[in-house]
């Protein structure tokens, strides 16, 4: 007996997703939902970007980690909200697990919430979290070719990152080609190139952020 | 890893689907799945063998119907079947484009199995019992 069912397989989430999407909105919570391998440097890029921010928005964060709240430590030495979420061994976020996250923070508080999915280039970029936007974040030691293998997070991404560029003397990581790349999958998004460590380029990130804020 | 996240849905919805049909035991599950979704058909079909086990899907089979990429060039409106993400318009060579096919990961449709069989099978479990 054949039952007809043609259903999307990740309706639940996606139903989640639009929920939060619609809380935030109602709060003006403006929502970025950033990605990339493990180490590319999320957590310090939001440690470096707080000082320039605070002063004009209220700032808060979740972080997902499959396991521990070292990052949420991280990120609570600066004073700001944040929520960890332990996705026991998960390889990405889900819609629920943010929207039970939202529940932690006066939402009325807050301007800019960043979400830090779990480091991981593929599983993340299937699971819609009702964010405003999309940032990809790639570091010069994981090699020019990642846009090429990894494409989706690519495609999709607002915005992407360019980090540590402080090391580029040190490797064969070819800028254009990895800029190339990126004009083939995505025309449209920025591609930012900034080093954490020195500082570099960070003023280009506040300027988007700052931006994207206001739209 | 998403897959084995994925399939728990679909085992799910496959489940309620048999239990509101009588508990009629789930024959076979099938998908349509596009591929921009990054599916690993293995661990597809292995997180189902691992999810089915002591349920109403316990011997179901997993099918899936794959999706090939299809866009239309947001220039010229050109419709085309591009071989990966990297889309390069045949009429204008322009790299933008909107994915029309390829984006589904769909429960399509699920295969119970018949009524008459599945009585037969109790039967043959309560004559078993009384002996
Ligand atoms: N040289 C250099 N190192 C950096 C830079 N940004 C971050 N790092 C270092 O890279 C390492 C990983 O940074 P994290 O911010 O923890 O990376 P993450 O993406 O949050 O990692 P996970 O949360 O584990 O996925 C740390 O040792 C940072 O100090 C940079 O611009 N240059
Ligand atoms: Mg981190
Ligand atoms: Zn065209």
Known sequence: MEIPVVEKVLKLNDDIAAGVRKRLLAHHVCTLNIISAPGSGKTTLLERSFGELREDLNLAVIEGDPDTTLDAERIAKHNIPVVQIETAGGCHLEANLVDNALNNFDLDAVDLLFIENVGNLVCPCSFDLGETCRVGIVSTPEGHDKPAKYPRLFKEADVIILNKIDLLPYLNFD??????????LNPAAPVLELSCTTGEGLDQWIAWLKNMVKT | MHELGLIRN????????????????????????GDYQNIVPELFSFAFEAARVDTLAADATLTWESVPLKV???????LYMPESLIWNCLTCASNAATLVEGNELVLDHVVLQEPETAVADTQGASVWKSR
């Open chain 1, 175 to 184: 800028v254009n080609v990895f800029r190339e790349y990126i004009a083939q």
């Open chain 2, 10 to 33: 679909v085992l799910e919805r496959a489940l309620e689907i048999a239990e509101a049909h009588g508990s009629l035991p789930v024959e076979s599950v099938h998908l349509r799945v």
């Open chain 2, 72 to 78: 239309q060039c947001d220039n010229c409106k050109t």
